[in-house]
Every structure is written in C-alpha cells, then in structure tokens.
C-alpha cells in the first residue's frame, strides 16, 4: 500500500505562484518515477511534469518555462513549482507515483488538490 499526502493547492490571481507538495509513504520497496497530473471537469486527465530517480524531468508544452518540478529522493517527496499561472491552468491536481511494491512496479495517485487561478 502506497499513500501519497498533497498539499498547497488553494486560489491564485492570474500571474500568481503557487507551489504543489507530494508525499510518499507506506509499504515499497523503490519509487522511479514521480510526477504530476492535472484535471478538469469532462476532460481527460493529463501530464503536467514527471520527473525521473536520476533527474530527468518531463514537462507538458503549455506548462514548460513555468512550472518547475522537482524530488527529494531521501524522503520520497516531490515538488512542483507554478508560475506565472494563467486561467487555464485550473484544475484538480494529482500526485502520482511508480513504486515498486511486492512483486512489480505499479503507478498510485494521490486525492488530489485543487487550483484555481481566477482574479
């Protein structure tokens, strides 16, 4: 079993800042993959930004330049910085990550968080 804790979603003006926090803990073994993913209402869910053991990030297009991901390995943790936000960037986000747990690595999500840019 995996539990991810989020915190720092809330309501921002457009151009604001806000900063994301994930959590892992429970019962596994490793984690190789940590990231964020983002939804709205009717739509499907998508990749903001991943980021990998070693450090390779990956970033959604429309996100890229302002928004920052990044992990604490030590204590399972990752981080995703929001800048510059804009109106379509609200969404419910969710923490995801893939662990390895038991006998093969499996993705687990967070609750998720909400975010609203609105003025």
């Known amino acids: 079993q995996v539990h991810l804790e989020e915190s720092g979603g809330g309501l921002v003006q457009p151009g604001g800042s806000l900063r994301l926090s994930c959590a892992a803990s429970?019962?596994?073994?490793?984690?190789?993959?940590m990231g964020w993913h983002r939804q709205v209402p009717g739509k499907q869910r998508e990749l903001v930004a991943t980021i990998t053991k070693s450090g390779t990030t990956n970033y959604a297009n429309s996100v890229k330049g302002r928004f920052t991901i990044s992990a604490d390995n030590t204590k399972n943790t990752v981080t995703l910085e929001m800048n510059s936000l804009k109106p379509e960037d609200t969404a419910v986000y969710y923490c995801n990550v893939r662990a390895f747990s038991g006998d093969d690595w499996r993705p687990h999500w967070g609750q998720g968080t909400q975010v609203t840019v609105s003025s």
């Open positions: 429970g019962n596994f073994q490793a984690i190789n993959v």
